[in-house]
């Protein structure tokens, strides 16, 4: 069975940082690109950051640029998000979602997701 599963979450003041992970399992063949989600209390889910299959490019939403890193290792199948400078509005749930290669094609799969709570 195919998963992913983010980790990392947790309580930070203002200003600090925290690194997000997220990981997959199960039989996967190849990885494409990953990206990470934020839904704040009461919020929909809004695109955070993304990584290509290659880690050649990034992109980020307007919010997080300058402060939140994306990376991937892709021998470990695994994601990460480096958030610095977190404010309280970065508070809520992050999710990551993954394009995967797995035995019935090319499919996206979706964390459970990590709480981030921002506050003094």
């Known amino acids: 069975q195919v998963q992913l599963a983010e980790s990392g979450g947790g309580l930070v003041q203002p200003g600090g940082s925290l690194r997000l992970s997220c990981a997959a399992s199960g039989t996967i063949f190849s990885i494409g690109a990953m990206n990470w989600f934020h839904q704040a209390p009461g919020k929909a889910r809004e695109f955070v950051a993304s990584?290509?299959?290659?880690?050649?490019?990034?992109d980020y939403a307007d919010s997080v640029k300058g402060r939140f890193t994306i990376s991937r290792d892709s021998a470990k199948i695994a994601g990460y998000l480096q958030m610095s400078s977190l404010k309280s509005e970065d508070t809520g749930v992050y999710y990551c979602?993954?394009?995967?290669?797995?035995?019935?094609?090319?499919?996206?799969?979706w964390g459970q997701g990590t709480q981030v709570t921002v506050s003094s």
């Open positions: 990584i290509t299959s290659g880690g050649d490019t990034t």
């Open positions: 979602n993954a394009h995967l290669l797995v035995a019935g094609g090319w499919n996206v799969y």
